[in-house]
């Protein structure tokens, strides 16, 4: 699953990540309809979260970290419990864990229905069954961790409504179920699209899912990433 590659940068991202942020080139080159059920701006108040799971979290927080009305990107873990959120033990495939991303936005300028626009589009490919690329296991699964009865019920219609209107050459396989706990992974793992643009495994990798997203969805995209550590 590790795949070595030359420079010892590269093969240490590697074990840290393997090649889940990989994303398919159907994800990335299209547009998808936006939802037909979401959260009207002018209803929302206060900053709000979305948790949701892709692949690796790098590609996740550094794509999601260019979205306008993003305050805040934190990679960590959901679907298991905090004892064993740890980078080692999500890694073991038992431990329910998902790689993740907890996004905080402002949803008088982004709604969580146009989130999940990205998420499905340009973010990862949500067809891939416990997989991203050529990575596979549970904690590599798509899939989105709704924290209200309204984002459950925003993300449900969605997914039906690509479905239906068949989308995707394959049936959308993310699972979506309430969330129980989010926990923030090891701090080598935060901003690390951003603190390693050039590294030859985010350049494969992730760097295409920002690009699509400018490309794609301009009105959503800002060129300045909201930084984790320096709390932009």
């Not at 699953?1 to 393997?18: D, E, F, Q, R, W």
């Not at 740890?86 to 038992?94: F, P, Q, W």
Request: aromatic share 10%; glycine share 10%; proline share 6%.
């Amino acid at each position: 699953m590790h795949t070595n590659i030359k420079t010892t940068v590269a093969a240490l991202a590697l074990a840290a990540c393997g090649m889940a942020c990989q994303v398919g080139a159907e994800a990335v080159n299209k547009a998808i309809p936006a939802p037909a059920l979401d959260t009207p701006a002018a209803e929302a108040t206060g900053a709000q979260t979305a948790v949701l799971a892709g692949g690796c979290f790098w590609g996740l927080q550094g794509m999601f970290e260019h979205v306008q009305g993003v305050t805040k990107v934190v990679a960590g873990y959901s679907g298991g419990t905090k004892e064993t959120a740890h980078y080692e033990m999500v890694g073991t495939e038992t431990t329910g864990h998902a790689e993740s991303v907890e996004i905080t936005f402002d949803p008088k300028k982004v709604t969580y229905g146009q989130l999940l626009r990205l998420y499905f589009s340009v973010a990862h490919d949500p067809t891939e069954l416990n997989r991203q690329g050529p990575d596979s296991g549970p904690s590599y699964r798509s899939e989105i961790f709704f924290t209200s009865p309204t984002q459950e019920r925003v993300a449900k219609a969605y997914m039906a409504q690509l479905n239906q209107g068949k989308v995707f050459g394959k049936p959308i396989a993310t699972k979506i179920e309430a969330m129980k706990g989010f926990y923030p992974a090891e701090g080598y793992h935060q901003d690390y699209l951003i603190h390693n643009p050039t590294q030859p495994y985010i350049v494969r990798n992730d760097l295409p899912k920002i690009e699509a997203l400018k490309k794609v969805y301009p009105e959503l995209y800002r060129e300045t990433p909201v930084m984790l550590s320096s709390g932009r």
